[in-house]
């Protein structure tokens, strides 16, 4: 029996109020309310589609009224109309050096990347495996994880980043003075991690001063700003730490900043502070801290053009976990 799109997103609002009210910014606990009470809930018109025809509706058509057609709205502005046989469970595995670069693709401008570039530094018996598990295009939210084993082919390899397997968006550039929305939430664990672990959890978030920059190639980026959210063992970010002053991220995150440079790019990197905190539950408008790295060479006219949100281990094994993940950019 196919189940109308409307009643679809009310069964999956009452089964995810909980989830919403605490961990996606742009619902207001107004919002909720307005949910509840049903005025989200009116149809624009008549819809007869299956439960995966919402896939393809434009991003210019006003699905339903109020807080919860907004989110809709915002959901699909970011990511796109999603592909047939999104996030479909495939594992993509590098083993006995093979299988470095693969994705499973959920929308236009959204995939799970399975990216181990580094992995020549690696003994042949490394291996590393990404799935996306769920991704719930009404809520916005995908589910990932990504497992691995890494052991540096000798010691000047400990340092040397082995991948870096990601939720990543790929979407029409933002100018930063132009931001309307950047919100994202992101809930991870760690599973199986060795003594050994050296690694970091992080967004990693491509500039440039060009509208038509779609990536990190090409040599058009300008800045590449990372947010390590955990540095496990030691693992530090390219360059030095600028000062002891710290930055305040909306919600309570505080980070030291980095100042270096990979492949001729500046790096603005973010690290907890103190370095061995985690924030395993994060959840913030990041729009004020664009204008806060301002103080550290980010301009306002830069473009957001690529963003990721991934793991990058330099050696030992673990499993990440992600439990939720959600970006609204626009």
């Known amino acids: 029996m196919l189940i109308p799109t409307f009643l679809r997103i009310a069964i999956s609002l009452a089964l995810f109020r909980p989830l919403l009210a605490q961990s996606i910014p742009s619902l207001s606990r107004r919002a909720l309310t307005e949910l509840e009470e049903g005025n989200a809930l009116t149809p624009t018109r008549r819809h007869r589609r299956s439960v995966d025809a919402s896939h393809r509706i434009s991003r210019r058509t006003p ?20 592909v047939p046989n999104g996030c479909s469970g495939k594992e993509m595995k590098y083993t006995e050096g093979q299988g470095s ?30 799935k996306c598990h769920r991704y719930d295009h009404i809520l916005g939210i995908t589910v990932w994880s990504t497992a691995y084993d890494w052991k540096p082919v000798d010691d000047s390899k400990k340092n040397q980043v082995k991948s870096y397997c990601n939720a990543g968006w790929a979407g029409t550039p933002v100018q930063i003075s132009a931001l309307k929305k950047f919100e994202t939430t992101w809930k991870w664990s760690y599973e199986d991690a060795s003594q050994d672990l050296v690694s970091d959890v992080s967004y990693d978030i491509f500039t440039s001063k060009s509208k038509d920059c779609s990536g990190q190639a090409g040599g058009c980026a300008t800045h590449e700003v990372m947010i390590w959210l955990s540095a496990r063992g030691g693992a530090l970010p390219a360059g030095s730490k600028v000062d002891d002053k710290t930055i305040t991220v909306e919600g309570g995150y505080t980070f030291s900043v980095y100042k270096g440079e990979v492949g001729g790019i500046p790096v603005i990197s973010l690290v907890p502070s103190p370095a061995d905190k985690e924030y395993t539950n994060f959840s913030a408008n990041l729009i004020p801290l664009m204008g806060d790295l301002a103080a550290y060479g980010l301009e306002a006219d830069e473009y957001i053009s690529t963003i990721g949100a991934g793991t990058e281990p330099f050696m030992g094994k673990a499993k990440l976990v992600t439990e939720q993940y959600s970006l609204l950019i626009n």
């Open 101 to 130: 670069f693969d994705k499973d693709s959920i929308a236009q401008r959204f995939d799970i990347y399975h990216n181990a570039w580094g992995s020549q530094a690696a003994t042949p018996d490394s291996f590393q495996t990404t």
């Open 63 to 82: 699905l339903l009224n109020g807080a919860l057609g907004n989110l809709l709205n915002d959901i699909l502005n970011t990511f796109g109309q999603g």
